[in-house]
């Protein structure tokens, strides 16, 4: 499993990125796929979910509203576009793969890439 992250970056409050994630080494298609996330001193985030064929997501509550993740399965690449971003979403983000085709509720997404860094700062 190879999945490898892209997109962060340094943004204002209020600024939008869109993560991207392109995935290999397994069948893209046949699990979901989510995204975590871990700021400096703090404990691993689930940030949302998306099960394998996209048709149901799931947040974190504190991203609802604000982040879409979507999945293209043609090009083996997950997505996260990220808006009206706070100080509080400041972390290194993650890619993960599901271990299931839906989105579990005790999913740990411990398979994971490299990470991204998004920076939101004044």
């Known amino acids: 499993v190879r999945l490898v992250e892209s997109g962060g970056g340094s943004v204002q409050p209020g600024g939008s990125l869109r993560l991207s994630c392109v995935a290999s080494?397994?069948?893209?298609?046949?699990?979901?796929m989510g995204w975590v996330r871990q700021a400096p001193g703090k404990r691993a985030e689930w940030v949302s979910c998306i099960d394998r064929y996209a048709t149901e997501t799931r947040y974190a509550d504190s991203v609802i509203g604000r982040f879409t993740i979507s999945r293209s399965n043609d090009k083996n690449m997950l997505y996260l576009q990220l808006d009206s971003l706070t100080t509080e979403d400041t972390a290194m983000y993650y890619c993960?793969?599901?271990?299931?085709?839906?989105?579990?509720?005790?999913?740990?997404?411990?398979?994971r890439g490299q990470g991204t860094q998004v920076t939101v700062s004044s």
């Open positions: 080494g397994f069948d893209f298609s046949g699990f979901s």
């Open positions: 993960a793969k599901g271990g299931w085709t839906y989105c579990h509720r005790d999913d740990s997404f411990h398979t």
